[in-house]
């Protein structure tokens, strides 16, 4: 069973920058495309951005450009660097597995908040 641990949230401006991190556990990490999903209040969780083992990545149309994933399969960690946030960003931030969908388990997310 993989076990997720976030952190690196917090309140910033914005316009200002959060790096986030997760912590996975279990054997099996490396071979799937992880993601960041987020989610705000009153709205449903959503993926918006992933990477595949091979480093690969794909983002949600409102944080292209200013969001960069990355991951290390040795460390089994994946990252989340969020420039130029903006109040919409504003969410609790989960790392899962991306494809072909995510675990049933999911971990305690770090919450962003961006002031205006």
């Known amino acids: 069973q993989v076990q997720l641990v976030e952190s690196g949230g917090g309140l910033v401006q914005r316009g200002g920058s959060l790096r986030l991190s997760c912590a996975a556990s279990g054997s099996i990490f490396s071979i799937y495309a992880m993601g960041w999903y987020r989610q705000a209040p009153g709205k449903q969780r959503e993926l918006v951005a992933s990477?595949?083992?091979?480093?690969?990545?794909i983002y949600e149309d409102s944080v292209k450009g200013r969001f960069t994933i990355s991951r290390d399969n040795t460390k089994k960690t994946v990252s989340l660097q969020m420039n130029s946030l903006k109040p919409e960003d504003t969410a609790v931030y989960y790392c899962?597995?991306?494809?072909?969908?995510?675990?049933?388990?999911w971990g305690q997310g770090t919450q962003v908040t961006v002031s205006s």
């Open positions: 990477i595949t083992s091979g480093g690969a990545t």
């Open positions: 899962n597995r991306a494809t072909p969908g995510p675990w049933v388990y």
